[in-house]
């Protein structure tokens, strides 16, 4: 078979990697369509998955909208001359590549918000699939499972974490350290949300570091660590989920990251303009949970932050209700092979239920 895989951002490069390499060990050809975005192409890189890029984008709307059209001229002729059998996307990109190519499509969503993006692209998806938290109905062709897009990389059954990014990190064995990542807020879903404030995030940095070492992970890459008590993370992209599960706190105004620190046992705080009852499912289903803080205003972001960090407690307590949470978490990078061979068909893979 030939199987055509999109990977525009690195969360992308992560979902996907594991059944890409499965794929290839069956003797199947995978073309990764990846996008110079953050540390995609890195990501990549490091886990040795062949790729073609099919064009830059920085982290604003505009920089999207610039380069659209030499991205969709890219796509084109890639899939024109692969001509795959089945395509795995997230989103537009992929759902107009099938349509081109005639080629069935399937896409895995986990986000609510992006409306625009669903508007487009599920009239040309045969399947799509989604965490069964996922508070939103697209159709007879939506099919779901149980955990999250990020079990495709962090489930206990194909992640386990590497004990020495503490000497990489220069932290002491019982260093206690807190990442903080802040977000750019540049795609089109996050238009008209925000996060923390300049000020607000000098002052977390001031406040967690008098009870741990601070690391600083800043997308926009623009924050100036001068003169605040915070280092900047500056291992490769792909030992971040390693430096999750040994940090004792994640605070973000992300997503993605948030998920992950979940899975990984770690406690986070999460506070963006999304936060609040009409919140993406998964977010409230990890809240429900007790493995993440969705907090929207700032005082209690940092009031709840330094208690979990001060709390002896927490971790302990936190480790007990993962370990049960992960304990059945579906494998999904199985699914994604297990759809690819049935050539997306949903109904025919048996972990997967319709809507």
């Not at 503490?166 to 990442?179: I, S």
Request: glycine content about 8%; charged content about 25%; aromatic content about 8%.
């Amino acid at each position: 078979m030939r199987v055509q895989v999109f990977a525009n951002t690195p969360a992308h490069a992560h979902v996907y990697k594991h059944a890409v390499a499965d794929l290839h060990e069956r003797g199947h050809d995978v073309l990764v369509l990846a996008r110079d975005y953050g540390c995609t192409q890195a990501l990549l890189d490091w886990h040795g998955l062949p790729y073609r890029s099919y064009g830059y984008c920085g982290t604003t709307p505009l920089s999207l909208l610039t380069h659209l059209p030499g991205h969709y001229v890219r796509i084109a002729r890639a899939t024109r001359r692969f001509d795959p059998d089945v395509i795995f996307g997230m989103g537009a990109y992929a759902a107009h590549a099938g349509l081109l190519a005639g080629t069935p499509v399937v896409l895995l969503l986990d986000s609510e918000p992006t409306s625009l993006d669903h508007a487009i692209s599920r009239p040309f998806a045969r399947t799509i699939m989604t965490p069964s938290v996922f508070r939103k109905d697209l159709g007879e062709d939506h099919y779901v499972f149980d955990g999250f897009k990020e079990s495709a990389y962090l489930a206990p059954s194909v992640f386990s974490p590497d004990g020495d990014v503490r000497e990489q990190l220069g932290v002491g064995e019982d260093e206690r350290f807190v990442l903080l990542r802040f977000n750019a807020f540049g795609s089109h879903h996050d238009l008209g949300k925000a996060g923390f404030s300049r000020a607000e995030r000098r002052e977390l940095v001031a406040a967690l570091a008098e009870h741990a070492t601070v690391f600083v992970s800043d997308e926009a890459g623009d924050m100036d660590l001068t003169g605040l008590p915070a280092r900047p993370y500056d291992l490769h992209p792909a030992l971040l989920h390693d430096v999750l599960a040994a940090a004792d706190l994640l605070v973000a105004d992300t997503q993605t990251m948030v998920t992950e620190a979940a899975l990984v046992g770690t406690p986070a705080v999460r506070s963006n303009g999304f936060v609040g009852d009409e919140d993406m499912g998964n977010f409230l289903e990890l809240e429900r949970a007790g493995l993440v803080a969705n907090v929207a205003a700032f005082e209690d972001v940092r009031s709840t932050a330094v208690e979990f960090l001060t709390d002896e407690e927490t971790i302990v307590a936190w480790e007990a209700r993962h370990d049960a949470y992960v304990d059945d978490m579906v494998d999904l990078s199985g699914i994604i092979v297990e759809t690819a061979l049935a050539r997306g068909r949903a109904g025919a893979v048996p972990r997967l239920r319709e809507r």
